[in-house]
């Protein structure tokens, strides 16, 4: 073999090996830390081999709707029960060692659309209005998922719109001269 391809190729190896140090990553994956010692638990079962070390829980997903043993990736929608999970859920490991969300009266009511439990704004009257959507170009009633383009009238939405409720209590931009003199101008029309 060439000097020239065993030096490429030794340098290929350091290379290999150094990544992981130069980006920060270590043996949890994905460049997030190792959980430490007080992160860990110690279960009550031993194996023949010693303890058994296992990670705690973490609330996960995209909008945190998910109790799992590692981070997870899921879809970035919303629904309403999520807002629960955030309120009232404990995220813990069950007595078979899974973990879940632990079920408690706060969260079943929750769940099941008890309206105490999730504010005065569910009590006094319809909750306001969300800016939503990949690129903030969507005024609703509660965040939806968009596909993420980017047209230049959505930055009128930022400088010029006023999401509210209108007559008909449906949520939608505030028609304004400042926001259709945006729109047409980045719009070309």
Request: with cysteine; charged share 20%.
């Amino acid at each position: 073999m060439s000097s020239f391809v065993k030096r490429h190729r030794f340098a290929f190896s350091v290379l290999l090996l150094c990544v992981p140090a130069l980006t920060g990553a270590d043996d949890s994956g994905c460049g997030r830390p190792a959980p430490t010692l007080d992160e860990l638990e110690a279960p009550g079962v031993e194996e023949a081999a010693g303890p058994v070390l296992r990670a705690r829980c973490v609330v996960t997903g995209c909008s945190g709707q998910v109790c799992a043993s590692q981070h997870v990736a899921t879809t970035c929608e919303w629904r309403e029960e999520y807002a629960c999970y955030g309120e009232h859920g404990i995220c813990e490991r069950d007595a078979s060692g899974q973990c879940g969300w632990r079920e408690t009266p706060e969260l079943e009511a929750c769940l099941d659309g008890g309206g105490a439990l999730r504010g005065a704004a569910a009590v006094v009257g319809p909750k306001a209005c969300v800016v939503t959507g990949c690129s903030g170009q969507v005024c609703a009633s509660e965040h939806v998922a968009t596909t993420c383009e980017w047209r230049e009238e959505y930055a009128c939405y930022g400088e010029h719109g006023i999401c509210e409720r209108d007559a008909s209590g449906q949520c939608g931009w505030r028609d304004t001269p400042e926001l259709d003199a945006c729109i047409g101008s980045a719009s070309g029309t």
